[in-house]
């Protein structure tokens, strides 16, 4: 096992997990943050979740190669933090899903001179 290959595998994946968590959860700040303008949100949205799955599916494929090599002498390199750090992001992606279904839905601010249709 290469654990250099099987690390940076691992980092790929904690990168694709940080993608669909901020695709998921913030876009609205994501966009105002870099100064997208209209409908920079959706788009932002779209490319979170479009690189979440390329940089998970890259890390996938990297570590199996890393896990399939043959360790040879190699320095010693550390995965414990790498995996700390990957589980939990999942951790966090899952309670911010949790969070978000059992809050309830803030009601939008009416503009002034707005009223409500019922």
């Given amino acids: 096992m290469r654990k250099r290959t099987v690390r940076s595998g691992l980092k790929?994946?904690?990168?694709?997990?940080?993608?669909?968590?901020?695709?998921?959860?913030?876009?609205?700040?994501?966009?105002?943050?870099l100064m997208l303008g209209i409908?920079?949100?959706?788009?932002?949205?779209?490319?979170?979740?479009?690189?979440?799955?390329?940089?998970?599916?890259?890390?996938?494929?990297?570590?199996?190669?890393?896990?399939?090599q043959a360790g040879g002498n190699e320095r010693e390199v550390r995965l414990v933090p790498t995996v700390v750090m990957l589980l939990s992001m999942v951790v966090l992606f899952f309670a911010l899903a949790y969070s978000s279904f059992t809050t309830p839905a803030e009601a939008?601010?009416?503009?002034?001179?707005?009223?409500?249709n019922i």
């Fill in 12 to 33: 790929f994946m904690l990168a694709g997990v940080i993608c669909v968590i901020i695709a998921t959860f913030f876009p609205a700040q994501a966009a105002d943050f």
């Fill in 39 to 68: 409908g920079g949100e959706v788009r932002l949205t779209f490319l979170g979740f479009f690189l979440g799955g390329v940089c998970g599916g890259c890390g996938v494929l990297v570590a199996a190669a890393g896990l399939v």
């Fill in 108 to 116: 939008p601010a009416l503009q002034r001179g707005e009223s409500i």
